[in-house]
């Protein structure tokens, strides 16, 4: 089956400027999840999605983040406007149902880089 | 609120040596544990799980798990090291809720000698 797929691969903006990610889960996965890993640290959840619905986006920074999963699909996250601190790895993943113990399928990332 | 603690935040180790990787976790009732390996530039692939039943658990690329609930552990060990085993390595609780979402460890950076 096809993988988790993610783009753009790598993004280079400047302070204040917005950026956007795109998610394609596996096939017929009902769960979206969105972290973040900043360098030298683990993934940290910032949103997770059962189909269309958001679970938890209890650590997502709504000020100037936002994510959306239109039909229970694809998912995109948005940053807006960029700081610094946002550096990081953007990572996506999916799983069959947002219930405990099943395992999540990553993407490769996004890697943003904010000047 | 649960936590994963990975002591060791790098590891070399000489190709065919065993290895040990370390996990602690903080988690009130009998927790979902999982194991990610992570190569650079790419996502997270699940190595191995723990539900319940045996707490010898074998996962992919001869890693395997032992949890041990008297000491909060689930480390992570490989009888003889290959060189395409350098890597980071996370491990990861799952969180209150039945939820699905996952709380991770800072990762262990593997380094492999020739």
């Known amino acids: 089956e096809a993988g988790v797929a993610q783009s753009p691969r790598y993004k280079i903006i400047e302070k204040r400027q917005s950026v956007a990610f795109w998610c394609n889960p596996i096939?017929?996965?009902?769960?979206l999840y969105w972290y973040q890993q900043i360098l030298g640290q683990g993934p940290k959840l910032l949103i997770q999605?059962?189909?269309?619905?958001?679970?938890?986006d209890s650590q997502l920074p709504k000020d100037r983040f936002s994510a959306e999963r239109l039909k229970g699909v694809d998912s995109t996250l948005k940053i807006q406007p960029a700081k610094l601190e946002d550096s990081a790895v953007y990572l996506c993943?999916?799983?069959?149902?947002?219930?405990?113990?099943?395992?999540?399928?990553f993407g490769d990332g996004t890697r943003l880089s904010i000047l | 609120a649960q936590s994963v603690t990975q002591p060791d935040i790098h590891i070399t180790v000489s190709e065919g040596a065993s290895l040990e990787l370390r996990c602690n976790y903080s988690?009130?009732?009998?927790?979902?544990l999982f194991w990610y390996v992570q190569s650079p530039g790419q996502g997270l692939q699940l190595l191995l799980k723990?539900?319940?039943?045996?707490?010898l658990v074998q996962g992919i690329k001869g890693f395997e798990a032992e949890f041990k609930r008297s000491q909060s552990s689930f480390n992570l060990r490989k009888p003889s090291v290959h060189w395409s085993d350098a890597a980071e390595y996370f491990c990861?609780?799952?969180?209150?809720?039945?939820?699905?979402?996952?709380?991770f460890g800072q990762g262990t950076t593997l380094q492999v000698k020739p």
């Open positions: 988690y009130g009732a009998t927790p979902y």
């Open positions: 723990y539900f319940s039943g045996d707490t």
């Open positions: 999605f059962q189909n269309n619905g958001v679970v938890d």
């Open positions: 096939s017929g996965h009902a769960t």
């Open positions: 990861a609780v799952g969180a209150d809720g039945n939820t699905g979402k996952l709380i």
């Open positions: 993943a999916s799983s069959r149902s947002g219930t405990g113990g099943q395992p999540q399928h």
